[in-house]
């Protein structure tokens, strides 16, 4: 999905069997710790995902988001844009009011996973986190504070921007989960991604959150409208992965 997984092939969680390969041999060492709690843990993640209340999930769009917008009344995109801003509230609210050792053991966030949360939610970030998100391959940003004001001429303007944000963290969290700490912070990152996945996630793209055939379901099979934001910020592909990512393109098709 993400910069890493992108070269290195991660399968999707809930399609990869025991023997599966995570990636190739040499690197494979590397998140091999995190492969093992990942496996150790995909039945309890998929029970959290269940028992998860519909209203803490990000919630879905409403009209499709394949660039044509010129359609959808200006009610239907006001009435998303104000779920999306419920949403964030809910789970402003959620974090502040839930004892932390609950949210621990039914949420499977640790306090540092609620602190990152709330990072996440925040329209600004301090210097150190904004600095980090800066250097990084990952096109990472706070909350849009335009989507928190009501400008009627730039509604689709402030979803657009919202959906950019949600990809940019889904992408990061993707990765991290699988080769950037220590293999007990992959519940955080599971559990935070869990709250930015709609309720019927499983036939949308992971990205703009539309649905797809199964063949057209990967943005790159249907030139998802958010990956320029999402790889905006990745270093040039090895021509050898660059290759085989055509062919893998043509061959999906």
């Avoid at 999707?12 to 995570?22: G, L, R």
């Avoid at 540092?112 to 600004?124: D, W």
């Amino acid at each position: 999905m993400g910069f890493w997984s992108r070269f290195f092939g991660r399968p999707d969680p809930d399609e990869a069997s025991s023997d599966d390969q995570i990636a190739p041999t040499g690197f494979g060492e590397i998140i091999a710790g995190c492969s093992r709690y990942r496996d150790a843990s995909a039945k309890s993640m998929k029970a959290f995902e269940h028992l998860l209340l519909p209203e803490l999930r990000f919630p879905q769009p409403p009209f499709r988001i394949c660039g044509g917008f010129a359609g959808v009344a200006d009610d239907t995109i006001l009435t998303y844009l104000e779920a999306i801003r419920s949403w964030r509230l809910r789970l402003f609210e959620f974090l502040q009011t839930a004892n932390g050792r609950n949210a621990e053991e039914f949420h499977y966030l640790s306090a540092e996973g609620q602190r990152m949360l709330t990072m996440f939610l925040n329209t600004s970030w301090t210097p150190g986190m904004s600095s980090y998100a800066d250097q990084s391959p990952y096109n990472l940003r706070a909350f849009p504070q335009g989507a928190l004001e009501d400008q009627e001429s730039s509604r689709m303007d402030s979803v657009l921007e919202v959906l950019r944000w949600r990809a940019g963290v889904v992408d990061y969290l993707c990765d991290a989960a699988d080769t950037f700490d220590p293999p007990d912070n992959w519940a955080d990152y599971s559990a935070i991604e869990q709250f930015l996945k709609p309720i019927d996630h499983k036939e949308l793209c992971w990205l703009c959150l539309t649905q797809f055939e199964r063949n057209q379901l990967h943005p790159d099979a249907h030139d998802c409208l958010l990956l320029t934001h999402v790889r905006a910020k990745w270093p040039p592909m090895p021509t050898v992965f660059r290759v085989w990512a055509e062919g893998a393109k043509k061959n999906s098709l």
